[in-house]
């Protein structure tokens, strides 16, 4: 029963026990406490959702029927130890295993909204915005090899890059956007501004 769950593509539901007590982490918050409904099925007010362990044939989490569900089924597959989503590798600084995550996502699904280039850009800014640069670079680099023909995703990379004052990186980032796409606007202004052309 314990361990971690794919909750989607890019998040998991972890299971542990602390002081024989049922606890899940999930979305930031590592200490939430079940109600139990049954030695099967606990209520987590957090999600408002009551999730059911299924062992057999193989251990999974499924979400009980509910109106909201309208007829669908959620199951959550149980991932072998040690793996993780590729936002816990990118969170663990861990580039190359991320973006292979990210890469098997996209081929799986192209259109699973946790790597639209959207997402990932907003997730990017939000790094920069609590000065996680590291993660933040990462995270637009993943996004330019995701969206290798999106001139977008270099410029964000180049703002990155200009932000951790590696000038070399960041003139490559905005001249790779323009060599994408000429009328790049963001990326003419800055190469311009600061005499890089």
Known sequence: MT????????????????DNELKVKWRGNDNISPLKVNDSTFYVQEMNEKIVFVLKP????????KREHKGKKYLFEKLPDGQKTPLEYLLNN???????????IQQK?????????????TYGF???????????????????VLYPTQSNGFNRLGSAYWRVKDTSNTVKAYKKALSINPE??????????????
Do not use: P
């Open 3 to 18: 361990g971690k769950y794919l909750f989607n593509s890019n998040e998991s539901i972890e299971i542990y026990f602390l």
């Open 58 to 65: 193989k251990t999974h989490i499924v979400l009980a029927e």
């Open 94 to 104: 861990e580039y190359k295993n991320a973006l292979a995550g990210y890469l098997a």
């Open 109 to 121: 699904d192209s259109l699973d909204k946790t790597i639209s280039q959207r997402t990932l850009i």
């Open 126 to 144: 939000e790094a920069m915005n609590e000065k996680k640069m590291d993660l933040a670079i990462n995270i637009f680099k993943i996004n330019t």
């Open 184 to 197: 790049n606007s963001e990326a003419s202004r800055f190469l311009k501004k600061h005499k890089f052309e």
